[in-house]
């Protein structure tokens, strides 16, 4: 009898033990791919992006007629390398124009992506989708521009996938020339309050220039040539937080070469838009997926509180479950707190209430930002 009870047990085991072999063996999948970027980090990044892409396959583009796919997968792959067991460089190369070739072999959890993309999906349904202003002042030699360039380029990209845009043609001359001169004084804060106004959850902002850089005489023609430059920043509406910071490349590959002025200029802006435009769009949707899970800055303005008052709210907030980091000020008996936490922020309100025992009340709960008056 104990013979039979033991040789069941061991099939039990190795039953369940196979089943769960075969269970990680259809969550994993391996796929091959080649990755090209401007670094071997670049490459890599790529590369894990399209295996990811791969990997989801129909578990994923069964959703392409949903209003939100788009965002969803660009959200899904800002996160690529969350979903990557293993990443092993099967063959390398580097051109002449120092672009990295990189043949990867990838391991990537498809139940990983599944997952994600559920929770994506639903708290887009829940929040919508977000809505970004931009604004970039571009100039050719010095002399400003009417219409951007780069910012018709990341207007598009960012419409393409899934974003929504203030439109362009309800922001009044006035607002226009504070935009203007908000730029030229480099004041985000001036932008951010035009930004909340027409309800933008993010901004974008800066300049780009397309400065001449020479002829060149080419089969009896004269040839001009420009070189384009940007400085492109992203911002959060609420707390004017800066999110990421692009700069444009110097490569003069980006460059324009053309036989009218104008068209040189253009062209180079344009390759400049070409170069910049993929980056800055992926980090908003980096930010936005942080958003949306509940992670990343969250602003506590408190006011009606004594400079002891303030000291014993830091350490308290320290100690809040889900607290990273806090770092405040003080100022005429207000006090501007940021905390990092792993929780939004209408989480994070009720857990500072509980640890305060009531001596915080909560006035007012956005999506990154909590006002609250400190009890007499």
């Known amino acids: 009898m104990r013979r039979v009870f033991f040789y069941l047990l061991v099939v039990t085991l190795f039953t369940s033990l196979f089943a769960q072999q075969a269970t990680a063996a259809r969550n994993l999948v391996t796929v091959t791919v080649i990755g090209k970027g401007m670094s071997k980090k670049e490459a890599v990044a790529d590369g894990q992006r399209k295996a990811v ?36 460089i099967v063959s390398k190369s580097v051109d002449e124009d120092g672009v990295w070739t990189l043949k990867l072999r990838i391991v990537v959890s498809k139940k990983g992506i599944v997952d994600c993309w559920g929770v994506i999906t639903n708290l887009l349904k829940q929040m919508g ?28 990209k960012l419409l393409k996938n899934g974003f929504i845009l203030v439109d362009k043609s309800q922001i009044k001359a006035i607002d226009q020339k504070n935009l203007i001169a908000a730029v030229a004084e480099d004041k985000p804060e001036k932008i951010q309050a035009i930004a909340k106004k027409f309800g933008a959850q993010i901004f974008i902002t800066g300049t780009a220039n397309a400065s001449a850089a020479g002829t060149k005489r080419m089969h009896g023609r004269v040839f001009y040539r420009y070189l384009a ?22 490569d003069e590959r980006y460059g324009g070469m053309q036989q009218a002025r104008r068209g040189a200029a253009t062209a180079s802006l344009a390759r400049q838009g070409n170069y910049i435009v993929p980056r800055i769009t992926r980090k908003i949707v980096r930010f936005w997926s942080d958003v949306l899970e509940g992670r990343g800055e969250v602003q506590l303005k408190v006011s009606g509180l004594s400079f ?48 305060m025992e009531k001596k915080i009340e909560i006035t007012d709960v956005s999506q990154n930002v909590i006002k609250a008056d400190y009890k007499k």
């Open 308 to 355: 002891g008052q303030y000291a014993k709210l830091k350490k308290a907030l320290v100690k809040i479950k889900g607290v990273k980091d806090v770092t405040a000020k003080y100022n005429n008996k207000n006090a501007d707190i940021s905390i990092e936490a792993d929780c939004n922020a209408e989480t994070l309100a009720e857990r500072i209430v509980e640890a």
């Open 53 to 88: 892409e791969e990997a989801a396959g129909t578990l994923i583009y069964s959703e392409t007629k949903t209003k939100d796919f788009v965002l969803a997968k660009d959200t899904i792959l800002s996160r690529a390398a969350g979903f990557v067991q293993s990443c092993d």
């Open 129 to 156: 989708r977000p809505k970004v202003m931009v604004f970039i002042r571009e100039s050719i030699d010095g002399k400003p521009q009417d219409v951007s360039t780069l910012q018709t380029r990341l207007e598009s």
């Open 229 to 250: 430059d940007a400085n492109i920043r992203i911002f959060r509406s609420d707390t004017a937080q800066l999110l990421a910071a692009q700069v444009g490349t110097n």
